[in-house]
C-alpha cells in the first residue's frame, strides 16, 4: 500500500486532463459509466483500511488522469487485473457500453482479450470509488450484454443486406453472434466450439502444471473466461478450478473416505434422495441415486464437526449433474464450496449466525427496495419464514437446476465472503415486489410455497449493480466489524481493546429494531467523493440539537434537530421535501443524459441519506425506520454518529 499510495500522490494532483491521446480519447467520449462497486471480504484491518484509502483517493479525481501514472498504479498494485472485455459499469443503476477503442468488441462481434494495463486504466480512470477490482470480474458476465443486443442487431441487418446482394451466400459461413442471453449462447454450436478452444487450454495447464506460469497467473485468467460464460460440457472441471480442488488429485482424497458405513444421518439421507432434483435424468437414475448416497455418506464422515441439515443433498446435485457422476471431483468440489460460502449453516449450534445474517439480508432489503421492506416489516412476515432455504443451499432448493447453474457461475467467481448472495435474495425480492405488496400475511406464506418462475439473468444483472450500490460496511453488518471470516459474523467473544464504543459488537435484539443499516465513516468519506463527482445525490442529515450542530457538524451536512421525547410526534415532511428536490434533479439529469428512466433507474437515483446523531443512534434509528416506512430508499445510520467523525475525520468538520 505505501508503493500504491506513492503513486496517487503523483496522481492526484493532475487536476486537468492530460494532453496525451488516450485522454483525448476519454474526454471526446464523455465520461463512461462509473460507480462505487464493493467486494465483500475486505478485512477492517490495515488492508481494509489501504482499500478505503484507495478508493477515497480515487473519488477525488475522477475521470482525471495521466497514462503514466496509471502504468505507475499497476505497477504498484500487480494484482490488479481485469477480465476482458470490460463493456462497461455502472452508474446510477444504468448499464451502459464503455465506448472506448481499446476496449471495443472485435468485428465480427465476439468478445476480444484486452489487455490487463489497458483494461485497469480505464477501470481506475472511470471507477471513483472502486473496491477489490474482483467485482469487475463479476460484472464481465453481463458486461457484454449490454451491448450484445445492438451488435446483434448491425449484424443481422449486414447479412441481410449481404443476402440481397447475393442469393446465392451460404448462411452457414456467418460467424457465430454474440447473444446477450447465455441460454441462447449455450445453443450456438459455433459458439460453444469457440469458447471450449479458449476454456480447455486453460484447464489443461491447470491439471498438468505449467512451469513458466504462475498458478495465480492461470486462475486469473480463468477467472476472466468463466466470468464471460462457462461452456456447459466444462461446467465441472471449471467449477472445481475455481474452486481451488487440486485437478487430477480427487481420487486420492476421496478413496480414502468411509462411503458405506451407517451413520446417524442415514435415514434422512435416504428421504432426501429420491426428492432431489428428479426432473433431471442423471439425478432420477438408480445410478444417480447410487451416486448421491455414496457422496452424502463421505460427507457426513468427512466432516464429523458438521451437523447434516436437509439441503446438503440440493448444493451436490448440480456438481453430480455437471461432472456426469465423477464422484471424485463432485465430492471435493463439494467440500470446497461448502468451506467458502455455507460453512456456519451446518454448524451444530447456528442460531445466532441465522439470526444475524436474516438480519442483514433485510436492511439490505430495505436499503435497496424500501417499499416491499416496509410492507412486510407492517404485516410481519419475516425473513425467517422464507429465507433459510435460499441461503442454505444457494439458490438451488427454489430454482430449477439449469437456472441454478447460471448462478453459481457468478458466485464461484466471486471474491471469499462477498455479500452476493444477500444481495441476490434481494433481487429475487425485487422481482417478486409486483406480487407481494398487495398481499396479506396468509397470501404471501402461499406465494413463497410455489414460487413463480424467475428470471435467473436479470437476477444476476440486478444483484451486481446492487453490489456495486452497496457501501462496503453495510455488507458486512454492524455486528461483524473486524471479522473477516464471512459477510455474517462468528460466534466468537468480543475482542478486547476496542476501546471505541461504535467498534463493540451490538445486541442482536438492539439491531431488530433498526430496519436501516449502519454505515462507517470511511464509507461516507467514500460517498462524498462520489458525490462531488456527480455519481450520486448524497444527504447527511445531523440529528442532533441546534446547538450541538452549531458547535461541530460535517461539512455540507443539513441540520434537522430531534428530541427523543418528540419522536411519537415527529414529521419528517421537511426532510423528504429536500430528498425529493435533490431525486428530481437526479432524475432531470439523466433524462437528458439517456432519455426517458425506468422505474428501477428512478428508485436508483434516490439520494442516499446518511443520518448522524450524538452516537447512540437511538435517534438515528427511529427516524431511519420512519423514513423507510415513507418508502424512502439507500438510508443509512452513521455508526459512531458525530463522535465517530470527530475521532476519525476531524478535519471535514466546521463550527459556526
Known amino acids: 500500500f505505501g508503493s500504491l499510495q506513492a503513486a496517487l500522490d503523483a496522481w492526484l494532483p493532475l487536476h486537468a486532463p492530460a494532453a496525451t491521446p488516450a485522454a483525448s480519447a476519454t474526454a471526446a467520449s464523455g465520461p463512461a459509466s462509473s460507480n462505487k462497486t464493493t467486494g465483500g471480504g475486505v478485512e477492517e484491518s490495515a488492508a481494509g483500511a489501504g482499500w478505503h484509502a484507495w478508493r477515497s483517493s480515487v473519488g477525488s479525481v475522477g475521470s482525471v488522469g495521466s497514462v503514466g501514472v496509471e502504468a505507475q498504479l499497476l505497477a504498484a498494485c500487480p494484482r490488479l487485473r481485469l477480465p476482458a472485455p470490460l463493456l462497461r459499469l455502472p452508474v446510477d443503476g444504468r448499464l451502459r457500453r464503455q465506448q472506448r477503442a481499446d476496449v471495443a468488441p472485435s468485428a465480427d462481434g465476439r468478445p476480444r482479450d484486452v489487455p490487463a494495463e489497458a483494461a485497469a486504466a480505464v477501470y481506475v480512470r472511470h471507477s471513483p470509488l472502486a473496491t477489490p477490482v474482483a467485482v469487475a470480474a463479476l460484472k464481465a458476465a453481463t458486461a457484454a450484454a449490454a451491448a450484445g443486443q445492438q451488435r446483434q442487431q448491425q449484424q443481422q441487418q449486414q447479412r441481410a443486406a449481404a443476402v440481397a446482394d447475393d442469393a446465392e451466400q451460404p448462411a452457414a459461413t456467418a460467424a457465430p453472434i454474440w447473444h446477450p442471453s447465455v441460454s441462447v449462447r449455450e445453443k450456438n454450436i459455433d459458439y460453444q466450439r469457440q469458447r471450449l478452444g479458449q476454456m480447455r487450454g486453460i484447464v489443461r495447464r491447470m491439471v498438468h502444471g505449467q512451469p513458466r506460469q504462475p498458478d495465480a497467473e492461470l486462475r486469473a485468467q480463468l477467472v476472466a473466461q468463466a466470468a464471460v460464460d462457462i461452456p456447459p460440457v466444462l461446467r465441472g472441471p471449471v467449477w472445481a478450478a475455481l474452486l481451488g480442488v487440486p485437478l487430477g488429485a480427487e481420487a486420492a482424497i476421496y478413496d480414502a473416505i468411509d462411503k458405506v458405513g451407517e451413520g446417524a444421518a442415514d435415514k434422512q439421507i435416504e428421504l ?385
Open 272 to 656: 432426501d434422495i429420491p426428492r432431489c432434483h428428479q426432473q433431471l435424468a442423471v439425478l432420477a437414475s438408480a445410478a444417480g441415486h447410487h451416486c448421491l448416497r455414496r457422496l452424502l455418506k463421505a460427507w457426513v464422515s468427512y466432516n464429523p464437526q458438521l451437523v447434516y441439515w436437509q439441503g446438503v443433498d440440493s448444493v451436490l446435485a448440480p456438481f453430480v449433474a455437471s461432472n456426469a457422476l465423477h464422484e471424485p471431483r463432485a465430492f471435493v468440489s463439494l467440500q470446497r464450496l461448502v468451506e467458502k460460502l455455507v460453512w456456519q449453516f451446518f454448524r451444530p449450534v447456528n442460531h445466532t449466525f441465522l439470526q444475524q445474517h436474516l438480519l442483514l439480508f433485510s436492511q439490505l432489503l430495505a436499503y435497496h427496495d424500501a417499499q416491499l421492506a416496509a410492507h412486510l416489516d407492517r404485516i410481519g412476515f419475516r425473513a425467517e419464514l422464507y429465507a433459510i432455504p435460499w441461503f442454505l443451499t444457494l439458490f438451488t432448493h427454489i430454482m430449477p437446476i439449469q437456472k441454478s447453474f447460471r448462478i453459481w457461475d457468478t458466485l464461484l467467481v466471486s471474491p471469499s465472503g462477498s455479500a452476493l448472495p444477500l444481495l441476490l435474495a434481494v433481487a429475487i425480492m425485487g422481482q417478486l415486489s409486483g406480487r407481494l405488496l398487495p398481499l396479506d400475511f396468509n397470501s404471501c406464506i402461499l406465494l413463497f410455497s410455489s414460487l413463480p418462475p424467475l428470471d435467473v439473468e436479470l437476477c444476476i444483472a440486478q444483484a451486481l449493480d446492487y453490489l456495486g450500490h452497496t457501501p462496503l460496511s453495510v455488507t458486512f453488518g454492524r455486528f461483524s466489524v473486524g471479522k473477516t471470516s464471512s459477510v455474517a459474523p462468528s460466534d466468537e467473544p468480543d475482542e478486547p481493546g476496542l476501546g471505541r464504543y461504535w467498534e463493540q459488537r451490538l445486541p442482536i435484539e438492539q439491531l431488530k429494531q433498526e430496519l436501516s443499516p449502519r454505515i462507517s465513516v470511511p464509507d461516507l468519506l467514500v460517498a462524498r467523493h462520489s458525490a462531488a463527482c456527480g455519481l450520486l445525490r448524497l444527504l447527511v442529515a445531523d440529528l442532533r440539537s441546534a446547538d450541538a450542530y452549531a458547535a461541530g457538524h460535517l461539512v455540507e451536512s443539513v441540520s434537522f434537530p430531534v428530541r427523543l421525547r418528540d419522536l411519537d410526534t415527529l414529521d419528517v415532511g421537511p426532510l423528504l421535501a429536500v430528498l425529493l428536490s435533490q431525486q428530481q434533479q437526479q432524475q432531470q439529469q439523466q433524462q437528458q443524459a439517456s432519455g426517458p428512466t425506468t422505474v428501477q433507474q428512478q428508485q436508483q437515483a434516490a439520494p442516499h441519506v446518511v443520518l448522524v446523531d450524538d452516537g447512540r443512534c437511538q435517534l438515528a434509528a427511529a427516524v431511519a425506520n420512519r423514513l423507510v416506512y415513507r418508502y424512502v430508499p439507500h438510508v443509512s445510520i452513521l455508526s459512531g454518529g458525530y463522535d465517530a467523525l470527530h475521532a476519525d475525520a476531524p478535519s471535514l468538520l466546521e463550527r459556526r
